[in-house]
């Protein structure tokens, strides 16, 4: 089997190979482990060539603070025309009036949002880490537990429940009322179901909050129409765009108001952020022209069926799906229900092994601390971009399970890498 390092450069044309082979032979390396294993993290994707090019363009070595038409510096006229066509691309695909496309990230997008909306000290709901929550919504050491004042709402807990493990909307009325938060926080980094953001809104509403709907892992599935839109319900709207959007490493910020709109081009920047990555942009503004493109939809739903499909044959294979099943692009596999033992850390150290790649992730009342966990967080972006579709998704459960029976045995291991290889073979990356 292939060590790390046996890729030698293989671009003949790529002015890396020849001038700085040392960090070359790293990415010739990562550039074959994507290729042959398969990409099962929910929050990752294979972007285009196009978007890739776009990153890797001049557009890196210009300072552009400000916004369109409003630069601090001269020279910018062409990317304010660059800006200009993400943010219309970014309104397009959302439905909505006003788009921020600077954010470096989905963490520096939510940051400006409470800088624009809430003052240091400020109360906010949001759903815990540890429940599929993201760190930005009020992890103690992030800025946002640091500086403001998270109150976090429930999932329904009882095995009996029809909705065990979703958000129980009763709770998140009772918890904001109690607390009057300025900001709702919905949207979530591990949460297999729909979201209900016109619920959000209600209550948003009776308890004088605004809404903010964090869509970084859906956003893919809302543009395409296979996910509820957060608008017209949210007063603001956040995102990643390298999740199902299948963009660059970036951040978006969306809103139909007016004023909030100025609070937020103020606190990006320069609230947060100096000049912005505008190779970064050119990217977005070339994923943004992807998504609305008719096969983003067929990808989109196509996304969902793998999911789906997925789900259905591990939990064939006594695998529990957290809230018992999946409406979106991810699955929350609680390991223990296949095997007591069973690590999620331990899973998918053995999974990577065979060319899986995943992560570990709690499951809600984990009894396990978050290095180790029991569960696994499954997602199908990235395989259905390389062309899987539901006939695949037996087989993958199929190694799955191997692996995992076989407790990371390492000759299983190597035959089901090399099976991934053989399967990564007839479904070649994006060009
Ligand atoms: C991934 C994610 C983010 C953060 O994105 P980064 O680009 O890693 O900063 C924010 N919110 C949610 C819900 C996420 O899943």
Avoid at 51 to 64: D, F, I, P
Wanted: charged share 20%; net charge negative; proline share 6%.
């Amino acid at each position: 089997m292939a060590t790390e390092l046996d890729t030698e450069p293989t671009s003949e044309i790529n002015p890396i190979a020849a001038q700085d082979p040392s960090v070359w032979r790293y990415i010739g390396a990562e550039q074959e482990r994507q290729a042959s294993t398969l990409e099962l993290i929910a929050s990752e994707n294979h972007t285009s060539a196009a978007v890739m090019a776009a990153m890797g363009s001049c557009l890196t070595n210009k300072y552009c603070e400000g916004y369109p038409g409003k630069r601090y510096y001269q020279g910018c006229g062409f990317y304010d025309q660059i800006e200009d066509i993400a943010r219309d691309r970014a309104t397009e695909l959302f439905k909505c009036e006003f788009a921020n496309v600077q954010p470096h990230s989905g963490a520096s997008a939510n940051a400006a949002v409470f800088m624009a909306l809430l003052e240091a000290g400020d109360t906010f709901a949001s759903l815990v880490l540890a429940d599929g929550g993201h760190l930005s919504h009020g992890m103690k050491l992030n800025f946002s537990g640091t500086y403001f004042k998270p109150v976090h709402y429930p999932l329904i807990y009882g095995l009996d429940h029809e909705k065990h493990e979703q958000i129980d909307y009763d709770a998140v009325r009772a918890l904001c009322l109690e607390h009057k938060p300025k900001l709702v926080v919905c949207g979530y980094s591990a949460y297999p179901r729909t979201i209900d953001f016109a619920k959000f809104r209600e209550i948003a509403d009776e308890c004088g909050a605004l809404l903010m709907a964090d869509v970084a892992h859906i956003a893919g599935l809302i543009v395409a129409g296979e996910h509820p839109s957060p608008f017209p319900h949210a007063h603001v709207v956040t995102t990643t765009t390298h999740k199902t959007l299948r963009g660059p490493r970036g951040g978006l910020i969306l809103t139909n108001d007016e004023e909030i709109f100025k609070k937020i081009n103020r606190a990006v920047f320069p609230g947060m952020q100096g000049g912005p990555l505008m190779h970064v942009v050119a990217a977005k503004a070339v994923a943004f022209g992807e998504a609305l493109q008719p096969s983003f939809k067929q990808y989109a739903k196509q996304v969902i069926a793998n999911a789906h499909a997925l789900a259905t044959a591990l939990s064939g294979k006594g695998y529990r799906l957290v809230s018992g099943g999946t409406d979106n692009h991810l699955m929350l596999l609680d390991l223990t229900a296949r095997d007591a033992e069973l690590t999620g850390v331990d899973a998918a150290t053995w999974l990577e092994k065979a060319g899986i790649v995943t992560n570990h992730n709690g499951i809600p009342k984990d009894p396990r601390p978050p290095r180790v966990t029991s569960g696994l967080r499954i997602g199908t972006p990235a395989v259905t971009t390389r062309g899987l579709t539901e006939a695949d998704m037996p087989q993958v459960a199929e190694w799955i399970d191997r692996v995992l029976v076989s407790r990371g045995d390492t000759d299983v291991a190597d035959t089901v890498r090399g099976e991934v290889a053989d399967l990564c073979k007839r479904y070649p990356m994006p060009h």
